[in-house]
């Protein structure tokens, strides 16, 4: 298994509150995304980095923020949670940028 | 949205018999990818086959590519029970860095 492992894997929270998840990998791939999965929607990019510092907006971006200040770690921020972020997030790497994906498990969030 | 669609959606078949699954897609394409996902779980990366192919196997898995149609599909033969799970295809656009995932085809292959 790619070493990728996502934090918190299950978070329950309140509308208008902050909440981020953490993105960890070990293989040093160069490509991080943030997707969330929806019935109905299949899977959505929210953002992407192709380095450290480096990172753009997918196609369901509004709400969301991302950083990488290490190649290891990719940071999905909800600023103020509301109850369509409602969720399961996953993580994503990738050693060329339009290769093979590696998911983490999941992270689902609850906005209530 | 330039986001694929599968089809069938959902898909029964006893142990043993063929599953076709089918992709269709809007844009043109660098690659298009197979994914599995059980359930609960994250996706595993299945095949991937680049747009100057039109045919690839890898064990019981047979993916082809029609770019003329924008279409591919992911035949999965001698299914058995473990197979169940959904299946989803992605591709990415020339010059993207992007993969964008369509909404899946559930298999249940029954015993």
């Known amino acids: 298994d790619a070493g990728i492992t996502q934090s918190p894997r299950h978070k329950v929270t309140e509308t208008g509150t902050p909440v981020t998840l953490r993105c960890h990998q070990t293989?040093?791939?160069?490509?991080m995304y943030w997707y969330r999965q929806d019935p109905g929607h299949g899977l959505r990019l929210i953002h992407y980095s192709y380095g450290v510092k480096d990172t753009d907006k997918g196609e369901v971006s509004d709400g969301y923020s991302v950083s990488r200040s290490k190649t290891e770690d990719f940071l999905l921020t909800l600023e103020s949670a509301t109850s369509s972020q409602t969720s399961v997030y996953f993580c994503?790497?990738?050693?060329?940028?339009?290769?093979?994906?590696?998911f983490g498990e999941g992270s689902r969030l609850t906005v209530l | 949205s330039q986001q694929g669609e599968e089809d069938p959606q959902a898909l029964s078949i006893q142990e043993g018999e063929n599953a076709t699954m089918n992709c269709s897609y809007k844009?043109?394409?660098?690659?298009l990818q197979w994914y599995r996902q059980n359930s609960g779980r994250g996706l595993v990366h299945l095949i991937l086959?680049?747009?100057?192919?039109r045919e690839k196997h890898s064990g019981r898995l047979r993916v082809t590519l029609d770019t003329s149609k924008k279409s591919s599909s992911l035949l999965i033969t001698a299914s058995r029970a473990a197979d169940t799970a959904s299946y989803f295809c992605?591709?990415?656009?020339?010059?993207?860095?992007?993969?964008?995932f369509g909404k899946g085809t559930k298999l249940s292959v029954i015993p």
């Open positions: 086959i680049r747009s100057n192919e």
């Open positions: 293989e040093n791939h160069r490509y």
């Open positions: 992605a591709y990415s656009g020339a010059g993207s860095y992007q993969l964008t």
């Open positions: 844009t043109s394409i660098n690659n």
């Open positions: 994503a790497i990738s050693d060329e940028g339009t290769g093979e994906l590696f």
